[in-house]
């Protein structure tokens, strides 16, 4: 992801989860809302109860990963957060990056309802 696809601000995620537009899974809670630039971004927050800063490290860098595969940010109508659960931890990376894909494609159909 390049950083002008990210989410880095604190008031930026913050009216993001205030719009209470959310989808969850056991891995991950996605927060979606209407892209207020050309193109979309995403923001990434992974609690400190997941592990010391190493391993939170690894993990937003296979969480980037995962949202680079899984979204065109020309064309994705949305800016998201993704909140990375404790599940998490106990499935394998293809697991979590189906599950990732899964839950952004609901998002994106969600927001044309």
Do not use: T, W
Not at 35 to 61: F, P, Q
Not at 72 to 96: H, M, Q, T, W
């Amino acid at each position: 992801m390049k950083r002008e696809d990210r989410i880095r601000k604190n008031e930026e995620f913050s009216q993001i989860i205030d719009r209470h537009r959310s989808l969850a899974s056991d891995s991950f809670v996605v927060y979606y809302a209407p892209r207020k630039e050309d193109h979309a971004r995403a923001g990434i927050s992974v609690s400190k109860k997941l592990g010391n800063a190493v391993e939170r490290n690894r993990i937003k860098r296979q969480v980037r990963e995962m949202i680079k595969g899984s979204v065109d940010f020309k064309s994705c109508p949305l800016d998201l957060i993704v909140i990375v659960r404790k599940g998490y931890l106990s499935k394998a990376f293809k697991e979590n990056k189906n599950n990732l894909e899964n839950i952004i494609k609901k998002a994106i159909i969600k927001q044309y309802e």
